[in-house]
Protein backbone atom coordinates (compact mmCIF):
# COMPACT_ATOMS: atom_id res chain seq x y z
CA UNK A 1 0.00 0.00 0.00
CA UNK A 2 1.22 3.53 -0.98
CA UNK A 3 0.57 6.54 1.19
CA UNK A 4 -0.03 9.89 0.51
CA UNK A 5 1.94 12.92 2.00
CA UNK A 6 -1.53 15.13 1.44
CA UNK A 7 -3.44 15.09 4.61
CA UNK A 8 -5.37 16.80 7.43
CA UNK A 9 -6.49 15.85 10.87
CA UNK A 10 -8.31 17.52 13.57
CA UNK A 11 -9.00 15.97 17.52
CA UNK A 12 -10.19 17.91 20.53
CA UNK A 13 -10.78 16.82 23.96
CA UNK A 14 -11.86 18.60 26.92
CA UNK A 15 -11.48 17.81 30.80
CA UNK A 16 -11.85 19.58 34.48
CA UNK A 17 -8.31 21.02 33.23
CA UNK A 18 -9.23 23.14 30.18
CA UNK A 19 -9.40 22.20 26.78
CA UNK A 20 -7.07 20.90 24.04
CA UNK A 21 -6.89 20.56 19.93
CA UNK A 22 -4.75 19.35 18.02
CA UNK A 23 -4.44 20.15 13.81
CA UNK A 24 -1.91 18.42 11.97
CA UNK A 25 -1.53 19.47 8.03
CA UNK A 26 1.08 17.29 5.94
CA UNK A 27 2.20 18.11 2.06
CA UNK A 28 4.62 17.06 0.05
CA UNK A 29 8.38 17.11 0.79
CA UNK A 30 11.53 15.63 -0.32
CA UNK A 31 12.16 14.54 3.38
CA UNK A 32 10.66 14.36 6.69
CA UNK A 33 10.21 17.49 8.21
CA UNK A 34 7.89 17.83 11.17
CA UNK A 35 7.38 21.69 12.78
CA UNK A 36 5.66 22.34 15.75
CA UNK A 37 3.81 25.66 17.18
CA UNK A 38 2.86 25.04 20.99
CA UNK A 39 1.42 26.98 24.06
CA UNK A 40 4.76 27.62 26.45
CA UNK A 41 3.79 24.98 29.15
CA UNK A 42 3.82 22.56 27.25
CA UNK A 43 6.93 23.32 24.54
CA UNK A 44 8.56 20.72 26.48
CA UNK A 45 6.41 18.20 24.64
CA UNK A 46 8.60 18.43 21.25
CA UNK A 47 11.25 15.96 21.51
CA UNK A 48 8.36 13.27 22.15
CA UNK A 49 6.34 14.47 19.54
CA UNK A 50 9.24 14.23 16.93
CA UNK A 51 9.98 11.18 18.11
CA UNK A 52 5.90 9.93 17.62
CA UNK A 53 6.06 11.19 14.19
CA UNK A 54 9.74 9.71 13.24
CA UNK A 55 8.01 6.30 13.85
CA UNK A 56 4.78 6.71 12.09
CA UNK A 57 6.01 8.78 8.50
CA UNK A 58 8.58 8.53 6.00
CA UNK A 59 8.52 11.74 4.36
CA UNK A 60 6.53 14.83 4.17
CA UNK A 61 6.20 18.45 6.11
CA UNK A 62 3.84 18.18 8.88
CA UNK A 63 2.82 21.38 10.64
CA UNK A 64 1.43 19.87 14.22
CA UNK A 65 -0.32 22.95 16.17
CA UNK A 66 -1.40 22.67 19.62
CA UNK A 67 -3.65 25.01 21.44
CA UNK A 68 -4.88 24.80 25.04
CA UNK A 69 -7.50 26.86 26.89
CA UNK A 70 -6.89 26.16 30.71
CA UNK A 71 -9.93 26.80 33.08
CA UNK A 72 -10.22 29.74 34.93
CA UNK A 73 -8.71 28.96 38.73
CA UNK A 74 -5.70 28.89 40.70
CA UNK A 75 -4.90 25.71 39.69
CA UNK A 76 -4.64 26.08 36.57
CA UNK A 77 -2.03 28.92 36.11
CA UNK A 78 0.96 27.20 38.05
CA UNK A 79 3.72 28.68 40.32
CA UNK A 80 5.00 31.94 39.77
CA UNK A 81 9.36 31.52 39.09
CA UNK A 82 10.74 34.25 41.64
CA UNK A 83 13.63 34.27 39.92
CA UNK A 84 13.20 34.90 36.30
CA UNK A 85 10.31 37.94 37.43
CA UNK A 86 12.80 39.04 39.72
CA UNK A 87 15.02 39.94 36.95
CA UNK A 88 12.48 41.10 34.48
CA UNK A 89 11.70 43.85 36.77
CA UNK A 90 14.81 44.83 37.82
CA UNK A 91 15.50 45.43 33.97
CA UNK A 92 12.08 46.83 33.24
CA UNK A 93 13.44 49.35 36.46
CA UNK A 94 16.34 49.95 34.13
CA UNK A 95 14.68 50.82 31.28
CA UNK A 96 12.22 53.26 33.14
CA UNK A 97 14.99 54.92 35.04
CA UNK A 98 15.79 56.41 31.70
CA UNK A 99 14.43 59.99 30.63
CA UNK A 100 11.02 59.98 28.26
CA UNK A 101 7.67 58.55 29.60
CA UNK A 102 7.43 55.07 30.22
CA UNK A 103 3.81 53.54 30.44
CA UNK A 104 3.19 51.47 34.04
CA UNK A 105 3.87 47.97 34.04
CA UNK A 106 1.30 45.59 33.19
CA UNK A 107 0.82 42.16 35.48
CA UNK A 108 -0.91 40.33 32.89
CA UNK A 109 1.71 41.28 30.20
CA UNK A 110 4.40 40.25 32.86
CA UNK A 111 2.60 36.85 33.64
CA UNK A 112 2.17 36.19 29.89
CA UNK A 113 6.17 36.67 29.29
CA UNK A 114 7.89 33.06 28.63
CA UNK A 115 8.42 31.11 31.81
CA UNK A 116 6.79 33.36 34.07
CA UNK A 117 4.68 30.74 34.93
CA UNK A 118 6.01 27.46 36.11
CA UNK A 119 4.46 24.19 35.11
CA UNK A 120 2.28 23.43 38.21
CA UNK A 121 2.37 19.80 39.66
CA UNK A 122 -0.42 17.42 38.95
CA UNK A 123 -2.86 19.22 37.24
CA UNK A 124 0.13 19.87 34.47
CA UNK A 125 1.11 16.43 34.62
CA UNK A 126 -2.68 15.34 33.16
CA UNK A 127 -2.26 17.95 30.81
CA UNK A 128 1.26 16.83 29.40
CA UNK A 129 -0.81 12.98 29.02
CA UNK A 130 -3.84 14.40 27.75
CA UNK A 131 -1.90 16.13 24.96
CA UNK A 132 -0.04 13.28 24.37
CA UNK A 133 -2.34 10.55 24.03
CA UNK A 134 -4.78 13.30 21.88
CA UNK A 135 -1.93 13.70 19.36
CA UNK A 136 -1.31 9.80 18.68
CA UNK A 137 -5.16 10.07 18.09
CA UNK A 138 -4.60 12.81 15.71
CA UNK A 139 -1.58 11.00 14.03
CA UNK A 140 -3.20 8.21 13.82
CA UNK A 141 -6.10 10.28 11.70
CA UNK A 142 -3.29 11.75 9.70
CA UNK A 143 -1.98 8.25 8.66
CA UNK A 144 -5.16 6.70 8.20
CA UNK A 145 -5.91 10.14 5.25
CA UNK A 146 -2.79 9.52 3.55
CA UNK A 147 -3.44 6.05 3.38
CA UNK A 148 -7.22 6.28 1.55
CA UNK A 149 -5.71 9.01 -0.71
CA UNK A 150 -2.33 6.68 -1.30
CA UNK A 151 -5.00 4.11 -2.54
CA UNK A 152 -6.35 7.00 -5.04
CA UNK A 153 -3.00 7.59 -6.52
CA UNK A 154 -2.23 4.26 -6.47
CA UNK A 155 -5.54 3.43 -9.09
CA UNK A 156 -4.99 6.64 -10.93
CA UNK A 157 -1.69 5.93 -11.91
CA UNK A 158 -2.57 2.30 -13.02
CA UNK A 159 -5.28 3.74 -15.13
CA UNK A 160 -2.25 5.49 -17.14
CA UNK A 161 -0.30 2.47 -16.64
CA UNK A 162 -3.04 0.57 -18.82
CA UNK A 163 -2.97 3.30 -21.66
CA UNK A 164 0.31 2.94 -22.04
CA UNK A 165 1.07 -0.61 -23.47
CA UNK A 166 -1.10 0.08 -26.03
CA UNK A 167 0.09 2.64 -27.40
CA UNK A 168 3.10 0.81 -27.64
CA UNK A 169 2.23 -2.05 -29.61
CA UNK A 170 1.31 0.37 -32.01
CA UNK A 171 4.51 2.07 -32.41
CA UNK A 172 6.50 -1.34 -32.83
CA UNK A 173 3.67 -2.59 -35.42
CA UNK A 174 4.28 0.32 -37.50
CA UNK A 175 7.74 0.26 -37.65
CA UNK A 176 8.38 -2.32 -40.52
CA UNK A 177 5.88 -0.75 -42.56
CA UNK A 178 7.38 2.52 -42.02
CA UNK A 179 11.06 1.69 -42.44
CA UNK A 180 9.97 -0.81 -45.56
CA UNK A 181 8.01 2.78 -47.08
CA UNK A 182 11.72 4.97 -46.34
CA UNK A 183 13.94 2.40 -48.09
CA UNK A 184 11.59 2.59 -50.89
CA UNK A 185 11.65 6.60 -50.96
CA UNK A 186 15.07 6.83 -51.32
CA UNK A 187 15.38 4.20 -53.81
CA UNK A 188 12.95 5.83 -56.30
CA UNK A 189 14.41 9.28 -55.77
CA UNK A 190 18.07 8.11 -56.86
CA UNK A 191 16.46 6.37 -59.80
CA UNK A 192 15.19 9.89 -60.41
CA UNK A 193 17.99 11.38 -60.38
CA UNK A 194 20.03 8.41 -62.09
CA UNK A 195 22.74 8.64 -59.54
CA UNK A 196 25.46 5.53 -60.45
CA UNK A 197 25.05 4.58 -57.00
CA UNK A 198 27.22 1.29 -56.27
CA UNK A 199 24.26 -1.25 -54.80
CA UNK A 200 25.90 -2.89 -52.62
CA UNK A 201 27.16 0.73 -50.74
CA UNK A 202 23.37 1.49 -50.94
CA UNK A 203 22.15 -1.45 -49.28
CA UNK A 204 24.51 -1.02 -46.48
CA UNK A 205 23.43 2.96 -46.20
CA UNK A 206 20.25 1.76 -46.26
CA UNK A 207 20.64 -0.90 -43.22
CA UNK A 208 22.68 2.27 -40.77
CA UNK A 209 19.37 3.85 -41.42
CA UNK A 210 17.33 1.51 -40.55
CA UNK A 211 19.00 0.84 -37.59
CA UNK A 212 19.50 4.29 -36.40
CA UNK A 213 15.21 4.22 -37.13
CA UNK A 214 15.35 1.64 -35.14
CA UNK A 215 12.95 2.37 -31.81
CA UNK A 216 12.92 -1.68 -30.76
CA UNK A 217 15.19 -1.39 -27.70
CA UNK A 218 13.32 2.21 -26.43
CA UNK A 219 10.28 0.17 -26.55
CA UNK A 220 11.82 -2.73 -24.77
CA UNK A 221 13.22 -0.69 -22.09
CA UNK A 222 9.91 1.13 -21.58
CA UNK A 223 8.22 -2.47 -20.90
CA UNK A 224 10.68 -3.04 -18.55
CA UNK A 225 10.14 0.40 -16.58
CA UNK A 226 6.52 -0.42 -16.74
CA UNK A 227 6.58 -3.40 -14.81
CA UNK A 228 8.93 -2.29 -12.33
CA UNK A 229 6.33 0.46 -11.74
CA UNK A 230 3.78 -1.74 -11.20
CA UNK A 231 6.17 -3.38 -9.13
CA UNK A 232 6.80 -0.07 -7.13
CA UNK A 233 3.58 0.19 -6.00
CA UNK A 234 1.97 -3.46 -5.54
CA UNK A 235 5.34 -3.59 -3.01
CA UNK A 236 3.89 -0.20 -1.47
CA UNK A 237 5.51 1.49 1.59
CA UNK A 238 7.63 5.01 0.95
CA UNK A 239 8.38 4.06 -2.85
CA UNK A 240 8.12 8.19 -3.64
CA UNK A 241 11.68 8.60 -4.69
CA UNK A 242 11.86 5.21 -6.75
CA UNK A 243 8.48 5.95 -8.37
CA UNK A 244 10.07 9.80 -9.29
CA UNK A 245 12.94 8.14 -11.14
CA UNK A 246 11.24 5.64 -12.71
CA UNK A 247 9.06 8.36 -14.52
CA UNK A 248 12.04 10.18 -15.70
CA UNK A 249 13.02 6.94 -16.95
CA UNK A 250 10.12 7.15 -18.21
CA UNK A 251 9.90 10.40 -20.24
CA UNK A 252 13.78 9.79 -21.62
CA UNK A 253 12.78 6.68 -23.66
CA UNK A 254 9.87 8.23 -24.75
CA UNK A 255 11.95 11.84 -25.95
CA UNK A 256 13.64 9.27 -27.86
CA UNK A 257 10.93 7.89 -29.59
CA UNK A 258 9.73 10.79 -30.29
CA UNK A 259 13.43 12.13 -31.97
CA UNK A 260 13.47 8.49 -34.17
CA UNK A 261 9.81 9.27 -35.30
CA UNK A 262 9.73 8.64 -38.89
CA UNK A 263 5.87 9.39 -39.69
CA UNK A 264 3.02 11.59 -37.89
CA UNK A 265 1.33 9.11 -36.42
CA UNK A 266 4.45 8.27 -34.76
CA UNK A 267 5.30 11.29 -33.16
CA UNK A 268 1.56 12.04 -32.07
CA UNK A 269 2.23 8.18 -30.26
CA UNK A 270 5.01 9.70 -28.34
CA UNK A 271 3.20 13.23 -27.46
CA UNK A 272 0.93 10.97 -26.40
CA UNK A 273 3.21 8.85 -24.29
CA UNK A 274 4.64 11.49 -22.55
CA UNK A 275 1.22 12.99 -21.53
CA UNK A 276 0.54 9.91 -19.23
CA UNK A 277 3.78 9.89 -18.00
CA UNK A 278 3.40 13.81 -17.08
CA UNK A 279 0.17 12.88 -15.71
CA UNK A 280 1.55 9.96 -13.38
CA UNK A 281 4.71 12.04 -12.38
CA UNK A 282 2.60 15.36 -11.13
CA UNK A 283 0.98 12.74 -9.01
CA UNK A 284 3.82 10.70 -7.38
CA UNK A 285 5.22 13.80 -5.99
CA UNK A 286 2.73 13.32 -3.50
CA UNK A 287 3.87 9.79 -2.47
CA UNK A 288 5.49 9.57 0.60
Known amino acids: ?11 EHSGSWGHLTWELRSVNHRYLEP ?3 LPENLRHLEPALRERIKRSLARGKVECSLRFSANAGIASMGAVNAELLAALLATCGQVC ?4 HWAALNPLEILAWPGILEDGGAGDDTVTSEALLLFD ?5 LRATRQREGEQLARFIAQRLDDIPPLLDEQRSR ?11 IVQKLREVDA ?3 PERLEQ ?3 LLAQKSDVDEELDRLQVHLQEVRRVITAGGACGRRLDFLMQELNREANTLSAKSLSADNTLGAVA ?3 LIEQMREQIQNIE
Open 1 to 11: MINSMTAFSRR
Open 35 to 37: AFK
Open 97 to 100: SQPG
Open 137 to 141: HALQE
Open 175 to 185: MPVLLAEQRNR
Open 196 to 198: GTD
Open 205 to 207: ELV
Open 273 to 275: LKV
